[in-house]
């Protein structure tokens, strides 16, 4: 089997996270604060995961990551945490439906902006200033305003400027939640140095985590409602909150956060930089390869504009779905095809069927590329 399809889950895992969950599966659950024995005194997984997610992505309050199932679920507490006081909300064109869906559902009344994109999946900077000027001139004195963007496209691989972005938002009072969904991992993240608000990421992408494994983080400075309530084996006695709130209840995913921090670990010690550069190779080498097709296929992207490590396209006269279908069945590759959860963005790509979609990670082979491009001159008769 060649697996293409790591922009949905990577696959293989770095051998250090199998050893990690297996470690953690054999050995005594030793879960924060709620142990009756000492551990050795060393800091236990889920602390020492925070530490090194605080590494990958400049967070230096990493004590304050909190851990959840995936980008879906803290996407979903981060905005309903603020719908009580959320006023305003600008989202784009490019984001995934844990976004969208969310939105749709705890603010059915709210006008929501959504902010288009070129072909490339690529923001207008000018008309995000002037939709952010616009809306905070109209949005009147209290509540907050929310501006919420994918740093990489799930669909084209184009990386946003996350920087002036929130540059530009906080000139007009917006607060800034940013979806690390497909860059955590393999582009470098900023976030202190950027000066985001909110990000939420998840763990079986390019973190080489398990499924199941994820969390966000926001500044110490916003009050953000917890989705759910329940046991954290801190103050046990307490019922009601009055503010400071706990945002981990619940038994937590001992095991998955082991393997979450050992594919952590692996990307810390290999470079960030530098998966980042070696899968931008890949790409190329796969831009290189298609775009010697010609009119037999339709490219969504470009290496200079969609420096992510997805490519999307379809053939001509054939449907995404069937693509991927053939490419499965008659040559064992596995790609991900259709709107990719993501439906606003084929607005602008012009493709109302979706795509067909090849995502690489740092674990991808030369020689899986290569399987690949034979069975796309296969299938168009190149």
Same mark, same amino acid.
């Given at each position: 089997?060649?697996?293409? /399809? #790591?922009?949905?889950?990577?696959?293989?895992?770095?051998?250090?996270?199998?050893?990690? =969950?297996?470690?953690?599966?054999?050995?005594?659950?030793?879960?924060?604060?709620?142990?009756?024995?000492?551990?050795?005194?060393?800091? $236990?997984?889920?602390?020492?995961?925070?530490? /090194?997610?605080?590494?990958? &992505? #400049?967070?230096?309050?990493?004590?304050?990551?909190?851990?959840?199932?995936?980008?879906?679920?803290?996407? /979903?507490?981060?905005?309903?945490? &603020?719908? $009580?006081?959320?006023?305003?909300?600008?989202?784009?064109?490019?984001?995934? #439906?844990?976004?969208?869906?969310?939105?749709?559902?705890?603010?059915?009344? !709210? $006008?929501?902006?959504?902010?288009?994109? @070129?072909?490339?999946?690529?923001?207008?900077?000018?008309?995000?200033?002037?939709?952010?000027?616009?809306?905070?001139? /109209?949005?009147?004195?209290?509540? +907050?305003?929310?501006?919420?963007?994918?740093?990489?496209?799930?669909?084209?691989?184009?990386?946003?400027?996350?920087?002036?972005?929130?540059?530009?938002?906080?000139?007009?009072?917006?607060?800034?939640?940013?979806?690390?969904?497909?860059?955590?991992?393999?582009? *470098?993240?900023?976030?202190?140095?950027? @000066?985001? @608000? =909110?990000?939420?990421?998840?763990?079986?992408?390019?973190?080489?985590?398990?499924?199941?494994?994820?969390?966000?983080?926001?500044?110490?400075?916003? $009050?953000? !409602? *917890?989705?759910?309530?329940?046991?954290?084996?801190?103050?046990?006695?307490?019922?009601?909150?009055?503010?400071?709130?706990?945002?981990?209840?619940?038994?937590?995913?001992?095991?998955?956060?082991?393997?979450?921090?050992?594919?952590?670990?692996?990307?810390?010690?290999?470079?960030?930089?530098?998966?980042?550069?070696?899968?931008? !190779?890949?790409?190329?080498? &796969?831009?290189?390869?298609?775009?010697?097709?010609?009119?037999? +296929?339709?490219?969504?992207?470009?290496?200079?504009?969609?420096?992510?490590?997805?490519?999307?396209?379809?053939?001509?006269? =054939?449907?995404?779905?069937?693509?991927?279908?053939?490419?499965? !069945?008659?040559?064992? +590759?596995?790609?991900?095809?259709?709107?990719?959860?993501?439906?606003?963005?084929?607005?602008?790509?012009?493709?109302?069927?979706?795509?067909?979609?090849?995502?690489?990670? @740092? =674990?991808?082979?030369?020689?899986?590329?290569?399987?690949?491009?034979?069975?796309?001159?296969?299938?168009?008769?190149?």
């Amino acid at each position: 089997m060649v697996y293409l /399809n #790591n922009a949905a889950t990577t696959f293989p895992k770095p051998q250090s996270v199998t050893e990690a =969950m297996t470690a953690a599966l054999t050995t005594v659950p030793l879960s924060q604060f709620r142990s009756s024995f000492s551990s050795d005194g060393s800091e $236990d997984v889920i602390m020492r995961c925070r530490r /090194n997610i605080g590494r990958l &992505l #400049n967070i230096a309050d990493f004590q304050k990551i909190y851990f959840t199932s995936g980008a879906t679920e803290s996407l /979903n507490i981060l905005i309903r945490g &603020l719908s $009580d006081r959320c006023r305003c909300i600008v989202s784009t064109a490019i984001e995934h #439906n844990s976004v969208n869906r969310p939105l749709a559902a705890f603010y059915p009344d !709210k $006008d929501i902006t959504i902010i288009g994109c @070129d072909g490339y999946g690529r923001i207008d900077i000018d008309e995000l200033e002037k939709c952010l000027r616009t809306r905070s001139d /109209n949005s009147g004195d209290d509540g +907050i305003s929310l501006l919420i963007v994918n740093h990489c496209s799930n669909v084209t691989g184009c990386i946003q400027d996350i920087a002036s972005i929130t540059n530009i938002a906080h000139r007009y009072n917006f607060l800034v939640l940013i979806d690390l969904s497909q860059s955590a991992g393999c582009i *470098p993240v900023d976030f202190d140095g950027w @000066d985001i @608000d =909110m990000i939420a990421f998840t763990g079986h992408k390019s973190l080489f985590g398990p499924q199941g494994t994820g969390g966000y983080y926001f500044k110490s400075s916003l $009050d953000i !409602k *917890p989705l759910m309530y329940g046991g954290t084996g801190r103050d046990s006695s307490r019922i009601a909150y009055n503010g400071d709130y706990e945002y981990e209840v619940g038994t937590m995913n001992e095991t998955g956060i082991a393997g979450l921090n050992a594919g952590v670990e692996y990307l810390l010690s290999r470079g960030v930089k530098n998966v980042f550069e070696d899968n931008r !190779k890949k790409v190329k080498y &796969l831009y290189n390869a298609l775009s010697l097709f010609g009119d037999k +296929i339709t490219i969504y992207g470009s290496y200079e504009s969609c420096q992510g490590p997805v490519m999307s396209f379809n053939i001509r006269g =054939m449907k995404p779905s069937d693509v991927g279908y053939i490419l499965e !069945k008659s040559y064992g +590759i596995i790609v991900r095809t259709g709107l990719q959860c993501a439906p606003l963005i084929h607005k602008y790509l012009q493709s109302p069927d979706g795509t067909v979609r090849v995502s690489v990670s @740092d =674990m991808t082979e030369y020689d899986d590329l290569d399987v690949f491009i034979s069975a796309m001159k296969d299938i168009t008769n190149f």
